[in-house]
């Protein structure tokens, strides 16, 4: 097989092409992130009906993803560290798979919390490892535009994920009416993603080992072997080479303990990483995403155009993406992220403002007039716009690397740990503030932390643009 993928590249005879090519299979793992985190949006009422839970255990049902994600994030960075960054992708997508079918056949809350926790190693895995190997096979000049594709790819996978639950919902009549085979939709919801995951099973055993992780191992001519089939240029890849052996090999195999400077402080690049880790969650995103359709359903939007919102929000973020890969490698990381705070801050209080004035009827569904309906239609999209083209893309961007290549698994690790973290708390809490203090109030906080997210960027936040990993420094 291997003989065979050589022979496929070297008819192509282009190194950028082959990049691009491994590239594309490694976001496969965002889309399916975006996915399994989207797809839970339109199965929300089937998991209340099917499990008989309350607006707390509905929220762990949707949000019990988020504690794999979180040990997936943490564990996997370390695991390439020794295994490689190849085995523990395949490895994922394996776990894609499993999760994909279990959800849809679970017949129980816990049955249904655990295959739904193994979907979240999963996604926590693949949040971290996909944008690291971009990274590290990719040349600095335009790394930023291909690890951008990573969240085009989750958007993308949030978007597919959206246009199949609308479309399994109004062919059923609802997400809770039976469909084929006698089963509901919301499970076949669920075994769509089946498809993608086994297409990212098998595109994996083409790609190569990362260049960088084998240097870190020691083995060096099988890094030399890769570099060679990245650029070609026999010069060019015995001096990084050369680079690669001068700022990994001497140093002891990567550590936890290497986040930590000589008198045991955590490094500031660490609490950087932790910082656009946690605040890209605390914004309120993934409300947006996993709740989407009861959002606009609470608010007197019917199920079919809250699902068709989800999709107009899922057609903006990719278009957000677009433009971001044409300025991330322009304009740097800092001015997206920095205009990206201002915009979401603006729009979340746009947002807090119309569902502030909303009434409340008999039923004890919140009601908005035609003017304040389309304010928060617009506002939330606009907010999902800035988010998309800016601390969306660009966090991962930024972690994949910021790091220097010693401590690179072990800052992905713990900055994965604390994003995923983020989340839980984020969307845990959404059913809960929704009913003790009401939209208005909820967006309010989130709100605040996108402000927040202006002073982090203008004091934390230096620019990585156009610097080789091995140039990074702790």
């Not at 950028?16 to 989207?38: N, Y």
């Not at 570099?227 to 001497?250: F, G, H, I, N, P």
């Not at 999902?384 to 072990?410: C, D, H, T, Y």
Request: net charge neutral.
């Amino acid at each position: 097989m291997e003989a065979t993928h050589d022979r496929l590249i070297s008819e192509a005879d282009h190194p950028r092409l082959f990049i691009v090519l491994i590239c594309t299979i490694a976001t496969i793992g965002g889309f399916l992130f975006g996915f399994d985190s989207g797809v839970i949006n339109g199965t929300v009422e089937g998991l209340q009906q099917a499990f008989n839970s309350n607006s707390a255990g509905t929220g762990f049902n949707v949000a019990s993803m988020l504690l794999g994600c979180a040990a997936g994030a943490f564990f996997a960075g370390r695991i390439a560290d020794f295994w490689g960054r190849k085995p523990v992708l395949l490895l994922t997508a394996a776990f894609f798979l499993v999760s994909a079918w279990g959800s849809g056949i679970a017949t129980s809350s816990l049955e249904f919390v655990g295959y739904r926790i193994l979907g979240g190693l999963a996604v926590g895995a693949a949040s971290v490892l996909s944008p690291a190997y971009i990274s590290e096979v990719a040349p600095a000049a335009w790394r930023g535009r291909l690890a951008t594709i990573q969240q085009i790819a989750i958007i993308s996978g949030l978007f597919a994920a959206f246009v199949s639950n609308y479309l399994l919902a109004h062919t059923a009549g609802s997400a809770t009416s039976e469909w084929w085979l006698g089963l509901t939709a919301w499970r076949w919801m669920f075994w769509v993603e089946m498809i993608p995951a086994a297409l990212f099973l098998l595109t994996l055993l083409w790609i190569p080992e990362s260049p960088r992780y084998l240097a870190i191992s020691g083995q060096l001519e099988k890094s030399r072997e890769v570099l060679t089939r990245l650029l070609r240029d026999q010069q060019e890849v015995a001096s990084k080479l050369a680079e690669l052996e001068s700022t990994t090999v001497r140093d002891q195999r990567p550590h936890l303990r290497d986040l930590l400077d000589g008198v045991g402080k955590v490094r500031r690049i660490v609490w950087v990483g932790l910082g656009l880790a946690v605040l890209q969650q605390l914004v309120g995103i993934n409300v947006v995403f996993y709740y989407g359709a009861v959002l606009w359903q609470s608010v007197g939007f019917s199920e079919s155009d809250a699902l068709m919102i989800n999709i107009i929000s899922g057609g903006i973020s990719i278009a957000a993406c677009l433009i971001t890969i044409g300025l991330i490698d322009r304009i740097g990381r800092r001015p997206l992220l920095l205009a990206g705070s201002v915009g979401m801050s603006v729009s979340l209080a746009l947002v807090c403002l119309s569902f502030s004035t909303a009434e409340i009827d008999t039923s004890g569904r919140l009601l908005l007039s035609d003017a304040m309906g389309l304010i928060a239609l617009v506002s939330a999209n606009v907010y999902v716009f800035f988010f998309n083209a800016s601390w969306g893309p660009v966090m991962w961007v930024m972690l994949g690397e910021m790091f220097p290549n010693r401590m690179r698994g072990s800052g992905l690790a713990v900055a994965g740990l604390a994003q995923w973290g983020a989340n839980f708390i984020i969307t845990m809490s959404f059913p809960l503030m929704l009913h003790a203090i009401g939209l208005a109030a909820a967006y309010g906080i989130y709100m605040l932390f996108a402000c927040l997210s202006v002073i982090f960027v203008i004091r934390m936040v230096h620019e990585t643009n156009g610097r080789e990993l091995e140039h990074m420094h702790g």
